[in-house]
């Protein structure tokens, strides 16, 4: 993905709201000096932090529309810059009108994500929390958009600061020490080293928790439903969507074709793909539906093998597991025991259960959670992305490495400045720029 270009000090503007119609409308402006834009577009410069009724005005005078002007003052505004929102109707033509008009005042359209990322290489967020606009905005549940307000508001930066201080506190003592060879050894006891990183891991690893499970509220897993004809599969996504997805019939090989369904245990998304009966055939079509399943289970996080409970386990569901990717975790369920007149039960790795009578479902789903390592953790959950557990991981690796250094004071005293600048990646003071290109062009243009 292409990186964004350096910031320029210079003015931007887009269309905040989502396209399509609404009720209200906003066109942002962000940059040095809007004086003379709002001069062109208003016929006169809004009192700050207040709201002003206006017309926006085009090159004539004529009014385009008409609404609300807010002028936020550097630095205290999103952005930290000058900001100007014109709030008109919520039409996409009168909207494209009142941001054309700002382009000929001499703004220039925004990037995706610019707004989000002038405010925080103003100081005005840090980068976990420029993030969580994004995921605020994505969030697919209500739980997801609490975490994400908790990330917005500063709960893991805050968390993560406390990480990187109590590095520097361990670091600033060892490279004191450094100037002293002789006392090396002395150092290590007296000051109570790995009693330190200690603290410290455990800190790491209880955020790293919470982390993992904001990071599966904003990504979701998916599970992918395989077995032979006729087990059932469609009828289990039905019973999991609640509603019709997939058709339904006693013939086999109905389902020729991935059927991808989006639903929510606790929050958590859970993408369910359906697919074709794993069996060997002569049919073209099939044969191209059974590639198909193929394909889904190597991208899928979890694979839901269903066996007909009336026969159990046979050699060709034996050899479907064997064929699953080692990276893919598995889970048996036993369908149709309505026929067999057993009760729904969960063991290790398997669920008995009825996707026609609904038997066993809520046992299904509690599975599903705990195979993703879904914890519920409450209000304790804030939002987090693959490249925080990442930067995580790493700097529990360099404190591991730093705690077999024992004598060795400057190895210690670098894995710990790596550590730092591990964490210190996740609020973006320690991060490389095509990075933060990577991350901000994946915002929405008015963001």
Known sequence: MASLPPARPDLIAAIATAPGRGGVGVVRVSGPDIGPLAQGVLGRVPAPRHATF??????????????????FVA????????????????GPVVLNLILARCLELGARLAEPGEFSRRAFLNGKLDLAQAE???????????????????????????RITELVDAVIRLRTLVEATL???????????QANAFGRLDTIDASIAAVR??????ALLREGLTAVLIGQPNVGKSSLLNQLAGYEAAIVTEFAGTTRDTVRE???????????????GLRETEDPVEKLGIARTWAAIDKADMALLL???????????????????????????HNKIDLTGETSRAAEGAVWLSARTGAGIDLLREKLL?????????????????????????????????????GQLELFAEELRLAQAALSEITGQFTADDLLGEIFSSFCIGK
């Open 179 to 189: 100037d002293f060879p002789e006392e090396e050894i002395d150092f290590i006891e």
């Open 307 to 333: 066996v007909d409970a009336t026969h159990g386990l046979s050699e060709r569901e034996t050899a479907i597991l064997a064929r699953l990717p080692p990276t893919v975790t598995r889970l048996t369920l």
């Open 370 to 406: 705990a195979s993703a390592g879904w914890q519920a953790t409450g209000e304790d959950t804030f939002m987090a992305r693959a490249r925080h557990l990442d930067a995580l991981d790493r700097a529990a690796g360099h404190l591991a490495v730093a705690r077999e250094s024992t």
């Open 209 to 214: 928790l919470q982390a993992k499970q904001g």
């Open 132 to 158: 969580a606009v994004a995921d605020l905005i994505d969030a697919a549940s209500t739980e997801a958009a609490h975490s994400a307000v908790r990330s917005l508001t500063g709960v893991f930066s805050a």
């Open 262 to 276: 989006a639903i929510q245990i606790q929050g958590v998304p859970l993408h369910i793909v359906d697919t074709a």
């Open 54 to 71: 206006s017309r926006f005005l085009d090159r004539d005078g004529e009014a385009i529309d008409e609404g609300i002007a807010l002028h």
């Open 75 to 90: 630095p205290h505004s999103f952005t930290g810059e000058h900001v100007l929102e014109l709030q008109g109707h919520g």
